[in-house]
């Protein structure tokens, strides 16, 4: 069965603090996916990385993809209150006899930042 | 914004009914994708659709069923609604050619209570 886990579930974190959330899956995928998500709200996107060591900023988030060890990290630098939301990474390993594309969500970081 | 509308944006059902969801894709794309997200859960795949047919199913039973029209908007419909049910419905749109990158973009979502 495919997993995509994520670690922490919850992190409470205080503002100007560094912190790291990690996404491990278990099936070959050479994509992976990062959402933000506020309460009620829909998916918004945040990163798509398609390479092995690809890695992309934006602002004080950061992510990275290690493909071979099946390892997503999202990086938080000096953390502020309007980051707080849930985060998720997805993997979207593609079936060859349908060509189906799905995403396989991870069980998502629920984000606190503390002021 | 991601261009992907999906209606109602709200809606209440009693156990036992039927209900429709509704999806209009992003311009240019002829997949679609639905997803439903559970309170405090990260988004399952239900099924996708590529070309007017069903190209891919999750593990949901068959009383969830959709349709994708000519213009590549959607319908879910679920029958029978049972209290889990109650969830948020997230569509997702893309453009598949060949086996290339099918980014999929996420609608608002619509939240259906069933009580």
């Known amino acids: 069965e495919l997993k995509v886990e994520q670690n922490p579930l919850f992190l409470s974190m205080q503002e100007g603090k560094n912190y790291t959330i990690y996404c491990n899956y278990s099936?070959?995928?050479?994509?992976l996916y990062w959402y933000r998500q506020d309460p009620g709200k829909s998916l918004e996107s945040l990163f798509v990385l398609l390479s092995n060591g690809a890695v992309k900023q934006e602002g004080r988030l950061m992510a990275s993809l290690d493909t071979k060890a099946r390892l997503s990290t999202l990086h938080i630098t000096a953390a502020v209150h309007d980051l707080s939301a849930t985060y998720f990474c997805?993997?979207?390993?593609?079936?060859?006899?349908?060509?189906?594309?799905?995403?396989?969500f991870g069980t998502g970081t629920r984000l606190k930042v503390l002021a | 914004e991601t261009g992907v509308t999906q209606s109602p944006t709200h809606l209440i059902k009693t156990r036992g009914q039927q209900v429709t969801l509704r999806c209009s894709s992003q311009?240019?794309?002829?997949?679609v994708s639905w997803y439903q997200q559970a309170l405090g859960q990260g988004p399952q795949f239900i099924f996708q659709y590529y070309r007017e047919e069903e190209n891919g199913r999750g593990n949901f039973p068959p009383r969830f069923s959709g349709l994708q029209f000519p213009n590549y908007s959607s319908e879910l419909n679920v029958n029978a609604l049972e209290l889990d049910d109650s969830a948020l419905y997230l569509c997702?749109?893309?453009?598949?050619?060949?086996?290339?990158?099918?980014?999929?973009?996420f609608g608002p979502g619509t939240r259906l209570t069933v009580t």
């Open positions: 997805a993997v979207a390993p593609l079936t060859f006899n349908s060509g189906t594309y799905k995403y396989i």
């Open positions: 099936t070959t995928s050479d994509r």
């Open positions: 997702a749109s893309s453009l598949k050619y060949g086996r290339g990158i099918y980014e999929q973009y």
């Open positions: 311009s240019g794309h002829n997949t």
